[in-house]
């Protein structure tokens, strides 16, 4: 169900969206710093990477991540700049597999389950996608300004493993800005062993 007024509950209810732009929206997996992006408990290594992709190609039933040693899964996503969250989609199987609930939240790096357990930015109560067609606004204000996203799915619907075979990011990326800090070392008072004068002179430094 759509939220009007862009007023969103903390339950994040889906909204299914259609359109031909969809996958031109969807494209926030470019931003990924892929290098640095983590999933705790997948039971293949870099398998937690896979989901993320382009919106076109989320029907690839060849790429998924499973959870290891119980149902949890938890990604570490750092992006190449400053993001703007706007949506998620969550695409898993019609069966126990597919996750029931997504936590996320906001410039935390490196979260694990044990951080997991503070309050979230943001909670979702999930139905099953198999198609990759339902969409969870965010709460716009609180993702506004995002360089890293942890998401924890916590549980599924009774199965042993949880299974995710797409994750869609919607929103704007802007370059980030770094600033250079020039460290400048200087005389901070004379030293009278420098100088054969009685009298020392004092000396004026300039630091650019």
């Known amino acids: ?19 031909g732009e969809r996958g031109v929206a969807w494209g926030l997996y470019l931003r990924i710093d892929r290098q640095r992006l983590q999933c705790l408990n997948e039971r293949r290594e870099g398998s937690g990477a896979l989901v993320f992709r382009a919106w076109e190609e989320r029907g690839d039933r060849g ?14 996503i750092p992006f190449t700049g400053n993001v703007k969250l706007k949506g998620v989609i969550v695409m898993g199987e019609d069966d126990g597999t597919h996750p029931a609930e997504m936590r996320l939240f906001k410039n935390i790096p490196h979260m694990s389950f044990d951080d997991a357990a503070r309050e979230p930015d943001q909670t979702f109560s999930l139905n099953r996608d198999p198609a990759g067609e339902l ?10 300004n995002v360089h890293h996203l942890s998401m924890h799915f916590p ?4 199965a042993e493993t949880t299974k995710i075979f797409y994750i ?6 802007t370059e980030a800005h ?12 004379a030293n009278p062993a420098d100088h054969k004068l009685e009298q020392i002179t004092p000396q004026t430094h300039f630091i650019s």
């Open 1 to 19: 169900m759509a939220h009007g007024h862009g007023r969103c509950c903390c339950c994040g209810e889906a909204v299914a969206a259609a359109g």
């Open 63 to 76: 790429q998924f991540v499973e959870s290891d040693d119980d149902e949890e899964l938890l990604f570490n």
């Open 135 to 144: 969409e969870y606004p965010t709460k716009i204000a609180r993702f506004s």
């Open 155 to 158: 549980k599924n619907f009774g």
């Open 168 to 173: 869609g990011l919607k929103g704007e990326w």
């Open 178 to 189: 770094r600033h250079e800090v020039t460290i400048c070392n200087y005389e901070a008072s």
